[in-house]
């Protein structure tokens, strides 16, 4: 994250903050009325192992600068995750293949994000958790695509996570190409009930998000 590196320097010191609060922190996600339909959630590579991971929150290479999950593994609730298995299909056809970063994510890791950044660098980047994430409802997916040639990652306008006026899915930087391959992404994405976020390429939500509830259950409980 080449935007965010004047602070990452700061965030070891901020981790020992929040990981200290949060160990006496007593608050849970936001209550809602609903009523919610039950969580499906199923494990994307299950469904089409053609579908790549990235899980950067697994690992180091994230905006936090720590892995935050456990398990490098990505959920989304079922009627999400088979919309994405046909997006995958579709652009099979046209050379390229589906890289995911990121899926349901749980509602403490939301918060916890939320409280190692900077103010400034909150809107329309983090999620506030007194409101919760579609992530956190299963219903949203960080994504990219891969060139089934070769097997890597393809070139966007922007990093995955990038705190920039590049994230924008309406950015006219970049090369043509680089656009290209973006509005292919959100194109095939939208064809199956995915709507682009207004300030990050990579993140889709799926129609319906509001139907699920709020959750917070580690991978390791996912079955």
């Not at 070891?12 to 922190?25: D, E, G, P, Q």
């Not at 695509?145 to 970049?174: C, H, I, N, W």
């Not at 976020?197 to 993140?203: A, F, I, K, L």
Request: charged share 25%; with cysteine.
């Amino acid at each position: 994250m080449r935007a965010l590196s004047f602070w990452k320097r700061g965030l070891a010191t901020a981790w020992i903050v929040v990981l200290a609060a949060c160990s006496t922190a007593t608050s849970g996600p936001p209550k809602e009325p609903g009523p919610f339909r039950a969580a499906d959630l199923v494990e994307i590579v299950k469904l089409d192992p053609t579908i790549h991971l990235d899980i950067r929150y697994a690992t180091s290479n994230n905006f936090t600068v720590r892995p935050v999950y456990r398990q490098a593994r990505a959920f989304l609730q079922r009627p999400a995750a088979e919309a994405l298995v046909r997006v995958n299909r579709s652009l099979h056809e046209k050379g390229y293949g589906l890289l995911v970063f990121d899926g349901y994510r749980p509602w403490s890791v939301t918060k916890l994000f939320w409280e190692i950044t900077p103010r400034d660098k909150r809107e329309g980047f983090v999620a506030d958790p007194a409101k919760g994430s579609k992530h956190n409802r299963g219903a949203a997916v960080d994504l990219s695509m891969y060139d089934l040639s070769t097997g890597q990652e393809v070139p966007m306008p922007s990093a995955y996570d990038e705190f920039s006026d590049r994230a924008s899915p309406g950015y006219k930087g970049g090369t043509d190409d680089e656009r290209a391959r973006r509005d292919l992404l959100r194109a095939e994405m939208e064809k199956e009930g995915f709507t682009v976020d207004p300030g990050e390429w990579w993140h889709f939500n799926y129609r319906g998000w509001e139907q699920y509830p709020i959750l917070d259950v580690p991978f390791e409980q996912i079955r």
